[in-house]
């Protein structure tokens, strides 16, 4: 298997601060790696691809300028929300691909849960 | 643009017993990938089982398989001998191409109860 990492694991902020949540591959490289958020009870919503490298790919209604991606090396990316408010209060998880000989999987980090008061 | 469908919100199964999930998709690609993702009450993402949509044979998994219907667009899981720890969310994920990126597009998954 592969091992995906996120810190923190939880947060809790005050509004219109900036947090910073952290994926990291352990033991593969990733050029790619994505970002989701899911809220209570539901599924996970895609939010943007990270690119090693380049400028993120953020899915329609995802405003780039408040969920900042930074995939500045093969085993990282961040993703920063910006001047938090409560209802981006949300568990996000991020996920990394990796190929082995039966074909490519997505490994999921363990999620963040983001508090924001 | 792809669509991922899980017409069950809750199922529940007695332990020891065999329980199928339903999931269905739409795409206009010939060649992608499907998955089934197990999240426990710690929300952890774990890979159930995976089927490249060129394969035919059904994948398997222990006590998990698959009944992969290109034609229908169909993709059920089925769990046998359920175990207590069987108990979770399960979503059923398509992995395709969009203008050359590929994704994952998840269902709404299924909320599966196993029972003492």
């Known amino acids: 298997g592969a091992v995906v990492s996120q810190h923190p694991s939880w947060v809790i902020c005050k509004s219109g601060t900036s947090v910073k949540i952290e994926c990291r591959s352990l033991?593969?490289?990733?050029?790619?790696m994505f970002w989701y958020r899911q809220f209570p009870k539901q599924s996970l919503m895609l939010m943007a691809t990270?690119?090693?490298?380049?400028?993120?790919?953020?899915e329609q209604g995802v405003e780039k300028d408040k969920f900042l991606i930074n995939h500045a090396s093969l085993t990282l990316s961040t993703l920063t929300v910006t001047s938090a408010h409560p209802e981006d209060s949300s568990f996000y998880i991020c996920?990394?691909?990796?190929?082995?000989?039966?074909?490519?999987?997505?490994?999921f980090g363990p999620g963040t849960r983001l508090l924001v008061l | 643009a792809q669509t991922v469908t899980q017409s069950q919100p809750e199922m529940s199964v007695q332990e020891a017993e065999t329980v199928t999930l339903s999931c269905t998709y739409d795409?206009?690609?010939?060649?992608?990938?499907l998955f089934w993702y197990k999240q426990p009450p710690s929300r952890q993402m774990i890979l159930v089982i995976r089927?490249?949509?060129?394969?035919?044979q059904n994948a398997t998994e222990n006590r998990f398989s698959v009944n992969f219907q290109k034609a229908a667009k169909s993709f059920s899981l089925k769990i046998s001998d359920s175990q207590l720890g069987d108990t979770a969310m399960y979503f059923c994920?398509?992995?395709?191409?969009?203008?050359?990126?590929?994704?994952?597009?998840f269902g709404t998954g299924t909320r599966l109860k196993v029972l003492a």
């Open positions: 994920a398509f992995e395709g191409t969009t203008s050359g990126t590929y994704k994952y597009i």
């Open positions: 795409t206009s690609e010939s060649n992608y990938y």
């Open positions: 089927q490249e949509a060129y394969k035919q």
């Open positions: 033991d593969f490289q990733a050029t790619t």
């Open positions: 990270s690119n090693e490298g380049s400028k993120a790919t953020y």
């Open positions: 996920s990394a691909p990796k190929t082995d000989p039966s074909g490519e999987t997505q490994y």
